[in-house]
């Protein structure tokens, strides 16, 4: 038994306080390496998304859950994204787009079915389901820079987080060198 401690304690004494030093130094470097690009990464990432959208100028309508307001950060991204649906559940009656026919009766003037030769009502795209195309494109839109800036507030709390533990192996480091 005393024999297998002795082993045991050969192994973890083995490896040399320079040794040791030295990989707690690598480590730190690369913490903070990767910590400091992780925040530039999502600084930056942050600012391209609301220059993005300020080149785009666009202003939230009245009745927004934010009016009036530019279109720059995720909150008022997420107030017209939100709007843009509720208008288009108004426009389409509270159906969304897959609960609209593809083909509709085309009517006349006066709101009359048209008829073609042989007395069959003449079908044509329902064009509100295909303006669900248009309102999706713009919501997807919104919504993937909302996720941007929550993936750029991400990269910024990890990468702050890695400059943090580098700076911990730094002072590991140095007690263990001066001990």
């Not at 973890?12 to 913490?31: F, G, H, N, Q, Y």
């Not at 009745?63 to 997420?78: E, F, K, Q, S």
């Not at 003037?109 to 003449?122: H, K, M, R």
Request: hydrophobic share 50%; no cysteine; glycine share 8%.
């Amino acid at each position: 038994m005393s024999s297998i401690l002795e082993k045991e304690r050969t192994i973890r004494t083995d490896a040399s306080p320079a040794k040791k030093s030295t990989l707690l130094l690598v480590a730190a470097i690369v913490a903070f390496t990767v910590g400091f690009g992780a925040v530039a990464g999502g600084v930056f990432g942050a600012w391209y998304t609301w220059d993005q959208a300020a080149v785009q100028n666009i202003v939230t309508p009245e009745d927004a859950a934010i009016p009036n307001a530019h279109v720059r950060g995720p909150l008022t991204m997420w107030a017209q994204s939100d709007i843009i649906t509720h208008h288009q559940l108004d426009r389409t009656g509270g159906l969304y787009y897959s609960e609209m026919p593809r083909l509709v009766p085309q009517l006349d003037d006066a709101g009359n079915p048209v008829l073609d030769e042989n007395g069959e009502q003449v079908m044509v795209p329902n064009a509100d389901r295909a303006s669900w195309l248009d309102a999706t494109t713009l919501t997807t839109a919104l919504n993937l820079g909302i996720i941007s800036y929550a993936l750029s507030a991400m990269a910024i709390a990890v990468g702050a987080t890695l400059a943090l533990v580098g700076y911990v192996f730094l002072r590991i480091r140095r007690r263990a060198v001066l001990l």
